[in-house]
């Protein structure tokens, strides 16, 4: 129960329908930050909805392993020049590991969330399909997961369009009924609006690997022009921040942090053909070199025809690329198939 009112509503479904349910929130982080999923006023609000509801509510301190699998990643990408997706590798490691073995150890059969995604068991086999609700649709972020793990996981909100669950909650008297979603990285402060403020990814990043100013330079002419405060700040794809004065649009299609720095050019240089996969998972059989797909490269992005190669995937037709670190989800129809991550 992470205090929003999906997980909520999930509970609440469950345990109606007749489940032992007891719920569970997940302490993350023990910095500064008191935003995203496991702040102390989540904390609060989970803990006000399973007494709402009438079960059990704990809380289990897991901010080591988000430490080791999570944070020290998401540092580590940005000082080699990535884009890391740090709220997949969450639910690769935590929501979806750490916590199925917390589950396992106490005797539980099953974890339940509240993403909006569905799992569904047909012919002998395990599927992660999209959410009812397309525009809260979560299969991309829980496209790493596994058969074995989908077996044991439950999603009572998939079905439902995010209206008709905040209608659910009001309709339960739950605090989280009209409680906003989680937008940002829970581990990282938010940036202050007052001048001088700090907070956000740069003072996160600063304090714990040194930032360089790069170059950027025009990938066609090799004309320098400007500079960045810190190129292992920059992504692929980025266009804000940039040195001003271009005539056309310029995006930032190269970073090279040893060389301290950024290539820019026009939108046709941001195209390619295929795009290289690593850290790969198959929800069910590997499917063959060939495969006919659609891919999205991030949450709410716009899925794009593509086939499986031996490295990764082949576009249909030439499309932009992908940051180096960002999660490439492979679906056929509404079924999440597989995954990748960008090399």
């Known amino acids: 129960m992470s205090g929003g009112v999906d997980s909520s509503v999930a509970a609440a479904l469950l345990h109606e329908a007749g489940h032992e349910v007891v719920g569970a929130t997940m302490k993350l982080w023990g910095g500064p930050s008191d935003s995203g999923c496991c702040s102390a006023a989540d904390v609060r609000d989970a803990r006000s909805v399973a007494d709402r509801i009438g079960v059990d509510h704990h809380v289990f301190n897991f901010t ?9 990643p ?7 020049g990535r884009t890391p997706n740090p709220c997949v590798e969450c639910n690769r490691h935590l929501k979806f590991s750490a916590l199925l073995d917390r589950a396992d150890r106490l005797g539980f059969d099953a974890i339940a969330t509240g993403h909006h995604a569905r799992v569904e068991h047909s012919g002998g086999r395990w599927s992660l399909r999209r959410g009812a609700d397309v525009a809260k649709d979560q299969s991309y972020v829980l496209s790493v997961l596994t058969a074995a793990e989908l077996a044991r996981v439950l999603l009572p909100v998939g079905d439902l369009t995010k209206a008709e669950v905040r209608s659910l909650a009001a309709s339960r008297g739950l605090v989280t009924a009209a409680k906003p979603d989680s937008q940002d990285v829970c581990f990282v402060a938010a940036r202050s609006s007052a001048p001088g403020g700090g907070g956000g990814r740069a ?13 950027v330079v025009d990938a066609t002419s090799g004309d320098e022009l400007g500079s960045v405060e810190a190129v292992e700040l920059v992504t692929i794809g980025q266009r804000r921040g940039l040195p001003g004065g271009a005539t056309a649009r ?15 050019g026009e939108p046709d240089l941001l195209l390619c053909d295929e795009v290289t996969l690593g850290s790969r998972t198959w929800i069910g059989d590997e499917l063959p070199v060939g495969t006919a797909c659609m891919v999205q490269a991030s949450a709410h992005g716009r899925p794009v025809p593509a086939s499986l190669t031996a490295t990764g995937v082949r576009f249909g037709e030439r499309a932009r690329r992908v940051a ?13 198939v597989g995954s990748g991550v960008a090399c």
């Open 74 to 80: 998401y540092v580590a990408d940005h000082a080699a």
């Open 203 to 215: 003072a996160f990043l600063g304090s714990r690997i040194a930032l360089h100013p790069g170059r």
């Open 250 to 264: 310029r995006y930032v299609v190269g970073v090279d942090v040893a060389e301290r720095s950024v290539l820019v």
């Open 64 to 72: 080591e392993e988000f430490s080791a699998a999570v944070v020290a």
């Open 324 to 336: 180096p670190g960002q999660l490439v989800a492979c679906y056929r129809g509404d079924e999440v």
